[in-house]
């Protein structure tokens, strides 16, 4: 792992587009972990309450008091967003944490012993990869209720299948090296090989593809916020922002034009970042 | 194996897709919490006991699991969707006939927009690789793709409609025009049949904002893999022998490295179709375009399962024909798949 955080380092010296990437993804973490431990301690680290209504004049145009203006309840945009960015940075992490875990065990197990596992898993992806994400998505969510976390758990269960397909290809490289074959032969047990060989020496290609796939589970995320299946009101999101202040696009257009665009620039983030590293990646 | 072997297989694989897809939407339409009726009828079934007993009877759901199952796919294969909650209990099936032209029509246009501006700046970012004018290409498409459809559909509007006042914030038509006879049952294609001009002008000009900008939310994929295969086959060798007969770097250019470039373009365009027709669930409520994706989110606010199951399916058959059509233009352009 020190050998891989030099790499990085060094990418970030040669590659500037790769050091914006992670001076934002770096920004959005930091600012998400504040605002959490904010409200884990009860204090108010936002100039405003972002619910609170009337804290200036409404639909007031951004200004010194009012960075992003306020909405039509006269609330603060700027306290708004920050206080929504947790949202979309938690959900990115851990909907592609998992689909790595997932997928990265399922792909391997298939990939390294084929048989009808394997084919039960290609048969299975297959389907999923017929059907959008999206609309999957938003029919579980309708089973399973809204709110962050349920949006979470929806995400999951419909993301990991690419990462099988990518984890099983990575497999099959590798599994006729020597190493792994030797390890085969002198009777490791299944889960000890594909733990302690498999998935070490295929984790480079899945983390490249984890961190450009952040992004887009950012995206799909504020779609379904969109849609209004993430967060109960009067508590902000972004993609719920975009959509409610829709209505306003003509007397306010800062309203929805700064949430969207708190979305695009993370998502930039890490497509910037991910392209470096696949980049580096690919060079070597 | 020949191609149509090859058309064959993947049409069998195409059915069986859609035969998972439908089990797995009965599945899900069995998983909702408490009682079906409830769910499917909302409050009426509670208000009116006859209309849910007719309902109970009619979609068999007191029979037993397989039994159901049996008849969810004579329902469905018979176009009977069930009724929507969410729009004054009229069949799906009525819903989506009515609600799908619109939605393949934004469809259609930005995936020619997205086709068009992706190769266009695909070719210019390799054609001037390295060059200022492609770092300026890169940095327009990952904005594009980076951005979700409805904050883009927004920043159209405000510039479009509201500040150059030059195209219409929503609708899919003048309502004061004649709408057109059902031929095809694309409004904008039967328009034209008809002669109805002014119909067709007021219909285009209308579906522009909607499919320009899902085009921009996807064209940078097809820039990205058309600039990368351009310079990836510029490297091989009959290029190189192209160039040794003296032909001139255009000649080049446009006669073999583009057409061999175009057949990766081919695996990606049905992912590209996915992307657009989800897209429109987005675009056509910041638009107020009468579509499909429209549908949608009222199916989704009103907790309408059986819009949303029905709108999921034809999603799903959508997606499933383009890749069919996908995968047997690629056999056909590239003999080594259906080789191998």
């Known amino acids: 792992m020190g050998s891989r955080l030099r790499q990085v380092a060094s990418l970030l010296r040669s590659n500037r587009e790769a050091a914006l990437g992670a001076v934002i993804v770096l920004a959005f973490a930091v600012t998400s972990l504040v605002v959490e431990a904010g409200i884990l ?30 909405d039509s309840l006269g609330r603060d945009l700027f306290s708004r967003i920050i206080y929504a960015m947790p949202n979309d940075v938690a959900v990115g992490y851990v909907v592609v944490a998992s689909a790595l875990a997932v997928g990265s065990v399922l792909g391997s197990f ?49 993301w990991w299948p690419p990462y099988a397909r990518l984890a099983r290809g990575e497999a099959l490289k590798v599994a006729h ?30 983390l490249v593809y984890a961190t450009l796939d952040i992004g887009t589970v950012i995206l799909t995320y504020s779609g379904l916020a969109y849609v209004g299946l993430a967060v109960r009101y009067p508590y902000p999101d972004w993609g719920l922002m975009v959509s409610d202040y829709n209505a306003y696009v003509l007397s306010a257009p800062w309203l929805p034009l700064f949430p969207g665009l708190m979305i695009s620039l993370g998502v930039i983030g890490f497509s910037l970042l991910g392209d470096g590293i696949k980049e580096t990646m690919e060079k070597r | 194996m020949n191609l149509l072997r090859f058309a064959l297989r993947r049409l069998l694989f195409a059915v069986l897709v859609l035969a998972s897809v439908l089990t797995i939407t009965f599945v899900l339409s069995h998983l909702i919490p408490g009682n079906v009726l409830q769910a499917w009828l909302g409050r009426s079934a509670a208000q009116f006991p006859n209309l849910a007993a007719a309902y109970a009877q009619k979609y068999h759901l007191t029979d037993s699991i397989p039994v159901q199952y049996f008849y969810y796919l004579v329902n469905m294969l018979q176009g009977n969707l069930g009724i929507s909650p969410s729009r004054g209990f009229i069949p799906v099936g009525q819903v989506i006939s009515e609600t799908l032209p619109f939605t393949l029509q934004i469809v259609f246009f930005s995936f020619i927009f997205s086709l068009a501006m992706g190769l266009l ?89 909607p499919s320009f900008s899902l085009a921009l939310a996807s064209f940078g994929i097809i820039t990205r893999v058309a600039r990368s295969s351009l310079l990836e086959v510029m490297q091989t060798d009959y290029i190189r022998a192209a160039r ?66 029905a709108t999921t399916l034809v999603f799903a058959v959508v997606i499933v024909a383009t890749n069919f059509v996908a995968d047997v233009l690629y056999a056909y352009v590239d003999p080594q798949i259906r080789l191998g």
């Open chain 1, 41 to 70: 301690l009860n204090l108010q680290v936002v100039p405003y309450s972002p619910i609170q209504q009337n804290v200036g004049p409404l639909l007031a145009s951004p200004s010194l008091a009012h960075p992003f203006g306020t």
């Open chain 1, 110 to 158: 298939a990939g390294i012993y084929g048989g009808i596992a394997d084919e039960l898993l290609m048969r299975f992806t297959d389907v999923f990869f017929a059907l959008p994400v999206l609309v999957l998505a938003m029919v579980i969510a309708l089973l399973l209720g809204s709110g962050v976390t349920n949006m979470m758990i929806v995400l999951a269960i419909v």
């Open chain 1, 177 to 206: 090296q020597n190493y792994i074959e030797a390890a085969r032969l002198s009777g490791l047990k299944a889960r000890k090989l594909i733990f302690e060989h498999v998935i070490p020496n295929i984790s480079g290609t899945l």
């Open chain 2, 121 to 209: 700046l695909g070719i210019l970012a390799a054609r001037y690789y390295r060059s200022p004018a492609d770092n300026a290409i890169r940095l327009f498409y990952l904005g594009g793709y980076s951005s979700p459809p409805y904050f883009i559909a927004v920043i159209l509007l405000i510039v479009f409609s509201f500040y150059l006042g030059i195209l219409p914030s929503g609708g899919a038509y003048d309502v004061s025009l004649t709408t057109p006879s059902i031929i095809t049952g694309l409004p904008i294609l039967d328009s034209l049949l008809e002669g109805n001009l002014a119909y067709f002008q007021s219909a285009m000009v209308h579906v522009l904002l």
């Open chain 2, 244 to 309: 040794a007969k003296g032909l001139s770097e255009g000649a080049v250019f446009f006669r073999h490295a583009l057409p061999n470039a175009s057949v990766s373009l081919i695996t990606i365009s049905s992912l590209i179709v996915t992307f657009l027709i989800t897209g429109t669930i987005f675009v056509e409520s910041v638009f107020a375009y009468p579509g499909m994706g429209q549908f949608v989110v009222t199916a989704l606010a009103g907790l309408d399962y059986p819009g949303v199951l």
